[in-house]
Each structure stands twice: as structure tokens, then as C-alpha cells.
């Protein structure tokens, strides 16, 4: 059992033992082209939480990763077949529940690991400060951390090369062949200011995609998949590090 993860965990060892952060990971339940799972930002969100929480843990860090919330925001995935779409308000409600025993309990920390380009937790964290003043609340962005570019050949935001070659290397039983992927196409928007990126509204994924993929990810190996999986967890274990040693009211300088 990994004392970290609190699935693997049981009331003998932490009926006295007290964890300093906890991590969430949260993903989505959702189509990635015609190759992966609809589960890969599950399985994403659960081996990177798992082995930066490890590495971090291993460095010293009281941290305990929670089990991963299956499902996110899919209102532009509506007519996406089992596309499951939860509310931001919903994320809302989980996370103050979530917070309140948290806060109950005296673990004052608390990192949310996002494994989903349709979640948005950052006004609820805003929401969620004036609520629990007495906690530092985080989240972060996986897929944001490192430069894709050093990693892999061809970008992409869904099911592309980076997201295959993850689950290449982490499940490799279920990812088809690549001649069985589309080729992740992307049309843009008419809307100038859209295409720009200084404006925005919610993509229609079935007009924007034939596949549900965005990337090509027809040059994905396993090989580039470890090579990225293996900094980022680095990366996140490092995140975990600086806020377990962070103190209230000193975090800037």
C-alpha cells in the first residue's frame, strides 16, 4: 500500500498519522478520437497525481493524493455520445464539501490537479478563499507545465500527440493502432478576435472536429510519453514541495 494515496490507505495507519496537503485530481469523462479511452484524463489525472505524489512524499512531504473525480465540464460536448458533463456549480458544491472536512480536519492546504482543458477552477478558488480563510488553496494545470514542443512533434489539445503518447506508455492495452486515429483536424473559428486568442467562446466540438480529436497523433510513441510523463510528475512533485513548505502569510517576498 502507498501511504500517499488515500485509496490504498486504511484506518490502522491513519487513525493517528495526520497528512500537512491534500491533492485532488480531476478529469473528464469524454471521446479522444477513434484510437483512447474515453477514460485517458482519468487515467492521466491518476498516474500523475500518483507519481508526484510518490516523489514528493519520498522528499519528505506529508501529502495525500485523493481518489480522482471521474468527470468535468463537457457543455460544448453535448451531442457527443456519453460526453459526461457536470456543471461548474457542481464542481462548486463538490469542492466546498470537499474543503469543509478537509479544514474540519486541519489539513490547510489543498492542490487541485486538473487533467481537463474544460475545467475551470479558478473563480471558484476565489469564491472558495473568502469561505475557508484559514486554508492556501491551488490549482494547477498538468498539461500546462512543461513545453510540448521540447516533447513532441505535433500540437494538438485533445487526443493528440502528447495524449497518446501518455496512455501508450501507461495503457498500452487500450489504445488502438494509430492507423485506426483520425488525424485529429481542427477547423477555427470565423470570429478573428477568437482565432487571436484575445477573445473567446465555447467551442461546438462536433463542428470542430470529425474525430473528437484535436492534434495529429499519428507520431506517438510510448518512448516520448515516458520522457514527458517523467518531468512533469517531476515537476508536479515539486509543486507539492514549495506548498508543503509554504507558510500563511509568507507567501510572497
Not at 471558484?124 to 498539461?143: A, I, K, S, V, Y
Amino acid at each position: 500500500m502507498r501511504p500517499y494515496l488515500l485509496k490504498e490507505a486504511n484506518w490502522k495507519d491513519l487513525q493517528h498519522f495526520r497528512y500537512e496537503m491534500a491533492v485532488l485530481p480531476w478529469g473528464a469523462t469524454e471521446a479522444h478520437n477513434y484510437h483512447m479511452p474515453y477514460g485517458t484524463d482519468v487515467y492521466e489525472a491518476d498516474a500523475i497525481g500518483a507519481e508526484s505524489g510518490r516523489k514528493a512524499w519520498e522528499q519528505g512531504a506529508k501529502v495525500v493524493i485523493l481518489p480522482t473525480i471521474p468527470f468535468g465540464v463537457n457543455t460544448g460536448q453535448s451531442d457527443i455520445y456519453l460526453d459526461i458533463n457536470i456543471y461548474p456549480s457542481t464542481q462548486l458544491i463538490i469542492l466546498r464539501d470537499i474543503l469543509e472536512t478537509l479544514n474540519r480536519q486541519g489539513i490547510k492546504k489543498f492542490l487541485i490537479l486538473n487533467s481537463h482543458g474544460g475545467n475551470n477552477f479558478q473563480p471558484m478558488l476565489r469564491e472558495l478563499g473568502l469561505q475557508f480563510p484559514d486554508m492556501m488553496l491551488f490549482t494547477c494545470n498538468w498539461f500546462q507545465a512543461l513545453d510540448k514542443n521540447q516533447y513532441f512533434e505535433e500540437s494538438g489539445d485533445h487526443a493528440d500527440e502528447m495524449e497518446t503518447a501518455l496512455i501508450q506508455l501507461l495503457h498500452p492495452e487500450l489504445v488502438l493502432s494509430l492507423e485506426e486515429a483520425g488525424d485529429g483536424a481542427e477547423k477555427k473559428s470565423v470570429i478573428r478576435g477568437v482565432r487571436e486568442k484575445w477573445a473567446w467562446a465555447e467551442r461546438k466540438w462536433s463542428q470542430v472536429t470529425e474525430d473528437t480529436g484535436i492534434g495529429n497523433p499519428k507520431k506517438s510513441t510510448p518512448e516520448k510519453g515516458k520522457r514527458y510523463f517523467d518531468d512533469v510528475t517531476d515537476k508536479v512533485a515539486d509543486l507539492i514541495l514549495d506548498i508543503c513548505s509554504a507558510r500563511p502569510g509568507e507567501l510572497y517576498r
